[in-house]
């Protein structure tokens, strides 16, 4: 297929933000208009909403239905896999609304509101998860600040490298909440998450944790666990060259992966709502033939898991110096 329609996804500041939402990278109206253009998508209709409306009630109900037998079941500490599996699944739900991809801009306060109740009251700040998953990981992927990879080179250090992406947010929140910008909603959502994971007693918060790592690795960062090794030109490449895709347009693998599946169109056009990705994939299949990298069967997905590597640390690129130079870099320029 040839290279065709535009720029790689992403402009300058704009205001794709909720109230008192900073403007941010990756979020503003123009950057998506500019993506439909280049999709060929002129509307968004129910069908595409609802698309991915049904995908956030499964993640609710698996987290809802865990958390309440996971402490009086007979199943007991069985009950930790659904639960790790909602949670993984309401965190990324707010990572959809942090990105301000549910409502589009067209509902910028549903979107802040959805981001407060499925990233504060259940994971972490949604303020630290925005200021350290789109400066860090959507800026500079795979550099030396970009900590939310598969790392660690068989299933223990992985496991425990994702754990430990969990706990530096919550190091972020403690040390918010000892200093001078902390506001009240902060520490009232802080005593909300924490009482709802201590709640559950120290041997079910275990497993929850350990299940919730192992799910988030092998379903949420497996599409970033292999870097492509060919040269990469322009905002679209470098994104592309950092992640794949993995079945997509299919339903059930949208849901099984919280949508994390199509992770290399929502790199390149991340504020795209979930029913677009199938559609985005087809089309950055056809406009980056030799860096867009999609498995399209689960058998591909098992051999892809097997054989992958993962550059050590030591061979990431060092982040830009405009990283440093700024606490809230502009986006990379977009380019085909």
């Known amino acids: 297929g040839g290279g065709g329609g535009g720029g790689g996804g992403v402009g300058g500041g704009g205001g794709g933000g909720g109230a008192k939402r900073a403007p941010l990278p990756f979020t503003d109206k123009p950057a998506l208009e500019r993506a439909c253009r280049e999709l060929g998508v002129h509307e968004v209709g129910w069908g595409v909403r609802a698309w991915g409306y049904s995908q956030y009630v ?3 109900v698996s987290f809802l239905v865990g958390y309440l037998n996971i402490s009086s079941s007979p199943l007991g500490l069985l009950w930790s896999i659904p639960l790790g599996w909602g949670f993984f699944a309401l965190w990324m739900t707010g990572h959809d609304a942090h990105h301000d991809a549910i409502f589009w801009h067209a509902r910028p306060r549903l979107n802040a509101v959805v981001a407060f109740v499925c990233t504060d009251l259940v994971a972490m700040s949604g303020s630290n998860w925005e200021r350290v998953h789109h400066k860090e990981h959507h800026s500079y992927p795979n550099s030396s600040v970009d900590s939310q990879r598969l790392l660690g080179g068989w299933f223990l250090p992985e496991v425990l490298h994702t754990l430990s992406i969990f706990a530096k947010y919550w190091r972020l929140d403690a040390a918010d909440l000892l200093s001078a ?29 350990f299940s919730t790592s192992v799910i988030m690795s092998y379903l949420g960062l497996l599409t970033h666990s292999s870097i492509l090794s060919i040269p990469s030109k322009g905002y679209r490449q470098r994104q592309l060259q950092n992640t794949c895709d993995f079945l997509p347009g299919s339903y059930f693998a949208e849901v099984l992966f919280a949508c994390l599946n199509t992770h290399a169109v929502h790199h390149v056009w991340p504020h795209l709502p979930r029913g677009l990705h199938g559609h985005a994939a087809r089309e950055l299949r056809l406009l980056e033939p030799t860096h867009y990298r999609s498995f399209d069967t689960w058998l591909d997905v098992w051999r892809f ?3 992958r590597v993962n550059p050590p640390p ?14 809230s870099p502009s986006p990379p320029a977009a380019s085909a």
């Open 58 to 60: 499964w993640g609710a």
């Open 181 to 209: 910008r902390a506001r009240p909603l902060d520490y009232l959502s802080f005593a909300w998450r924490s009482y709802m994971l201590l709640s559950l007693g120290p041997l079910p918060l275990l497993c929850t944790l």
């Open 305 to 307: 898991t097997r054989t």
């Open 314 to 327: 030591h061979h990431r690129c060092p982040a830009p110096h405009e990283y440093y130079a700024s606490a």
